[in-house]
């Protein structure tokens, strides 16, 4: 409806009250009191609150901070006032609720605050309700406010750093050297903890701290002495122990140092399953075994080795081994990660499973043809489709819209296995062909599924002997899928003479 005084205010040199509701302007909604109060109590919680009292209160207010104020960030790019607070929830959602939306944002704020990392964490829903009032203020924004419009040049910068700060995650711990002086045993870490350095006084069974400081020194620090890759027992120079970097291995020398064998280690298969854990989880370089520390004790002697991101290893005076892990107490058996079945990202390697059986299922069908050519516009889109789908899901790792890529990948998947069974309808492959190929596809994908899943719970050991099974399988179920068709295909009524 027109407004009935909008043509006399033109008339006289006022610009016409538009028809329709008036859609608030980003600027105005960033720069609205309680989306500046929301930006400061977000800057104030993440880089203050949250060190002084972590937890559950100031875990939250984060969020409920973060939803006031993302929303009229999204709107600076011409998003409706609207859209924005809906895009703001969905993702919301996604992103506590999904490994696969936690890790896109994870990567969305690596790319624009540096190494981060963002978990999902299906509590933090109840902070949802804060996009009503985000929307609220929204509505109540008015847009010709010059005063307005200039304090939001100011809180845009301010907004922009306060929600990428929230995900700002510190550097992987990692266990740098260690020392063995008298009764006591200390390590130093690199980097990544809340502690300075851990001590223990009962030959590496428990461990104190002693906090990091809190603020600048006010001299120089003291240079960290130089990891000691090998280490004697003092009454006895023949008898040593050694480390060597990168490996998780502690080697023994009874004759000093001419023969070695190793005595604790971690092997090769296992310790790429702690690689791939830690790329995974914190993106920073894997450190393997970096220092080895002797001490004796009433009843024997003391090892201790540290061992870069996966923490230590202790052995006891009666010579058996622990690895402990990062704690904020020191180190624990409790907190190391596991050797069998830690929680690796095998998103690739399910969806090679998952396009192996689809290449069965469309060779199979191409050979159970029998009243059609074996080439045809359908198949050839079919196959082009699945290399598509193909390349673009499995390079999801190095790409900041990874949910989507696989997403479209699958989408091409499913289209080809759509425009595959069409061509099969028309050449009138046999139902009891078909469902023998559904049974291959899915043994074939369920397989090498199971043969990654294997492969972190321990067997195989080697991540090369699991690619080795997974080709020998996904090969024998495109052979069976083929055989099946082609087998179908003689057998039906006018096809090839035996």
Not at 100 to 111: E, H, I, K, P
Not at 456 to 478: E, I, K, M, N
């Amino acid at each position: 409806m027109r407004h009935p005084y909008g043509s006399a205010l033109a008339r006289i040199g006022h610009p016409p009250i538009p028809a329709g509701p008036v859609h608030p302007p980003a600027l105005a909604w960033l720069g609205h009191p309680v989306t500046v109060v929301a930006t400061i109590v977000l800057l104030i919680n993440d880089h203050v609150l949250k060190a002084l009292w972590p937890g559950l209160v100031t875990g939250k207010l984060s969020d409920v901070a973060g939803l006031l104020v993302a929303p009229p960030l999204l709107a600076l790019v011409r998003v409706p006032a609207l859209g924005a607070t809906i895009a703001t929830g969905t993702g919301f959602v996604l992103v506590k609720t999904t490994a696969t939306g936690a890790a896109l944002a994870s990567q969305a704020w690596t790319l624009f605050a540096g190494p981060s990392r963002v978990l999902a964490d299906p509590t933090d829903l109840v902070a949802l309700p804060t996009l009503g009032l985000a929307w609220l203020v929204a509505r109540r924004c008015r847009a010709d406010h010059a005063v307005r419009r200039a304090r939001t040049l100011i809180i845009v910068p301010v907004a922009l750093i306060a929600v990428t700060a929230t995900s700002q995650v510190p550097p992987s711990p990692s266990a740098l050297s260690i020392s063995a002086d008298g009764d006591a045993i200390t390590v130093l870490p690199d980097h990544g903890l809340p502690w300075e350095k851990a001590v223990s006084r009962d030959g590496g069974r428990t461990w104190s701290v002693s906090p990091a400081p809190t603020s600048p020194p006010t001299s120089a620090p003291s240079p960290r002495p130089s990891p000691a890759t090998r280490a004697c027992l003092p009454d006895d120079p023949r008898h040593c122990y050694r480390v060597v970097p990168p490996r998780l291995v502690v080697d023994e020398s009874l004759d000093g140092g001419r023969s070695w064998h190793t005595v604790w280690g971690v092997s090769e298969g296992r310790e790429g399953v702690l690689r791939r854990h830690n790329d995974d989880n914190h993106k920073w370089p894997w450190q393997g075994s970096t220092a080895v520390a002797v001490q004796l004790v009433p009843d024997g002697h003391v090892v201790v080795a540290a061992n870069g991101n996966d923490g230590i290893a202790v052995r006891d005076a009666q010579g058996a081994w622990r690895r402990l892990g990062f704690s904020d107490e020191g180190f624990s058996a409790d907190t190391a990660i596991p050797l069998r079945s830690p929680n690796i990202d095998l998103t690739t390697e399910y969806l090679v499973g998952l396009f192996t059986g689809l290449l069965a299922l469309m060779t199979g069908l191409s050979a159970a043809r029998r009243n059609g050519p074996q080439v045809s516009a359908l198949s050839v889109t079919a196959y082009v489709l699945a290399l598509i789908g193909f390349a673009v899901s499995v390079s999801y790792r190095s790409s900041l819209v990874a949910p989507l890529l696989i997403l479209f990948g699958l989408a091409c998947a499913l289209t080809a296995v759509v425009l595959t069974v069409a061509a099969a309808v028309r050449a009138r492959v046999s139902v009891r062909a078909a469902l023998a190929l559904a049974a291959i596809v899915a043994c074939t994908s369920s397989s090498i599924c199971w043969i990654f899943s294997g492969w972190v719970s321990g067997t195989p050991d080697d991540y090369s002997t699991a690619v080795l099974s997974a080709w020998l399988a996904g090969g024998a179920g495109v052979a069976a899928s083929v055989m099946v068709g082609w087998t179908d295909a003689r057998n039906a009524p006018g096809g090839p003479a035996a």
